[in-house]
């Protein structure tokens, strides 16, 4: 079973960048679909990116699409999400998740396993 450690969060102002990172131990990280979600207070787990097994196929939420990459490191066993151009609206908890499905999978119930998640907070 693979565990997951987010890292990377903080305060940023409105246009700047952010790099999380997601440590997987436990088990090896390109057997999964790697995905980021957010949630922000007051509402529901959102799907943000996802990246295939091979890091070939990704896939982005509309509201990050050109501003947000998905990236791993297979041999680190880690997946990056860069953050560009942030928003106060990205604020949120990010948590990164891994799954046995394809990369289209953009549902929390697809991901049977999560970190404990980090928070990325943008100022105006």
């Known amino acids: 079973q693979v565990q997951l450690v987010e890292s990377g969060g903080g305060l940023v102002q409105a246009g700047g960048s952010l790099r999380l990172s997601c440590a997987a131990s436990g088990g090896t990280s390109s057997s999964y679909t790697m995905g980021w979600f957010r949630q922000a207070p007051g509402k529901g787990r959102e799907f943000v990116a996802a990246?295939?097994?091979?890091?070939?196929?990704?896939y982005y939420a509309d509201s990050v699409k050109d501003r947000f990459t998905i990236s791993r490191d297979n041999a680190k066993n880690t997946v990056y999400l860069q953050m560009n151009s942030l928003k106060p609206e990205d604020t949120a908890v990010y948590y990164c998740?891994?799954?046995?499905?394809?990369?289209?999978?953009?549902?929390?119930?697809?991901?049977?396993?999560w970190g404990q998640g980090t928070q990325v907070t943008v100022s105006s």
């Open positions: 998740a891994a799954s046995f499905r394809g990369p289209n999978s953009k549902l929390p119930q697809d991901y049977p396993y």
């Open positions: 990246r295939s097994r091979s890091g070939v196929t990704t």
